[in-house]
T-cell receptor
Framework: DGGITQSPKYLFRKEGQNVTLSCEQN?????MYWYRQDPGQGLRLIYY???????QKGDIAEGYSVSREKKESFPLTVTSAQKNPTAFYLC???????????????FGPGTRLTVL | DAKTTQPNSMESNEEEPVHLPCNHS???????IHWYRQLPSQGPEYVIH???SNVNNRMASLAIAEDRKSSTLILHRATLRDAAVYYC????????????????FGQGTILTVHP
């Protein structure tokens, strides 16, 4: 079955440590995204990538980094510079990099990160 | 960005229709209206989208006002599995006329379905 996988589902981290969240898709989608969701809030865009080896900052990129070495993979690193990293992280993808108005976005199941 | 306004919460009984409203008075002529929903502890999923005409699919119907300043997502027979947060979203475009596909989420409407 085609879809987006994220791992791990739950992640605990000590303050001051970097941690990398995995996102893989087998939908052959061009564009991939990372969102952050805090309790009771909507999603906010962290980073996005329209093509391999290219990515752009979203609305809240500070303290995060990404890479896009393969079309199917878009890992997110939460660095120690992120002041309040505890949140629910969601990865998504879209078929066309141009982001046509009608293209739907497919989401993974999410990773819940807790900083101890 | 064109913004949307939704009620914080709504309740329904199982097997009854549900009408979820969304106001988007600053919508531009080329903005599509998208609806996503998010079940507890899961990623959002696409529900339906439209531009001007009413739309139907297997999940729901979308009724769009003639002036496009509001829309309504209709679940014809609510089930317990429909309990979720429903987001009404307008697509976001940069000045170049193309979009990187960003979805701008508000707080959505929490739908509670009673047995």
């Amino acid at each position: 079955d085609g879809g987006i996988t994220q791992s791990p589902k739950y992640l605990f981290r000590k303050e001051g440590q970097n941690v990398t969240l995995s996102c893989e898709q087998n939908l052959n989608h061009d564009a991939m995204y990372w969102y952050r969701q805090d309790p009771g809030q909507g999603l906010r865009l962290i980073y996005y990538s329209q093509i391999v080896n290219d990515f752009q900052k979203g609305d809240i990129a500070e303290g995060y980094s990404v890479s896009r070495e393969k079309k199917e993979s878009f890992p997110l690193t939460v660095t120690s510079a992120q002041k309040n990293p505890t949140a629910f992280y969601l990865c998504a993808s879209t078929h066309r990099a141009s982001g046509r108005r009608t293209d739907t976005q497919y989401f993974g199941p999410g990773t819940r990160l807790t900083v101890l | 960005d064109a913004k949307t306004t939704q009620p914080n919460s709504m309740e329904s009984n199982e097997e009854e229709p549900v009408h979820l409203p969304c106001n988007h008075s600053t919508i531009s002529g080329t903005d599509y209206i998208h609806w996503y929903r998010q079940l507890p502890s899961q990623g959002p999923e696409y529900v339906i989208h439209g531009l001007t005409s009413n739309v139907n699919n297997r999940m729901a119907s979308l009724a769009i006002a003639e002036d496009r300043k509001s829309s309504t997502l209709i679940l014809h027979r609510a089930t317990l599995r429909d309990a979720a947060v429903y987001y009404c979203i307008l697509r976001d475009y940069n000045a170049g006329g193309t979009s990187y596909g960003k979805l701008t989420f508000g707080q959505g409407t929490i739908l509670t379905v009673h047995p």
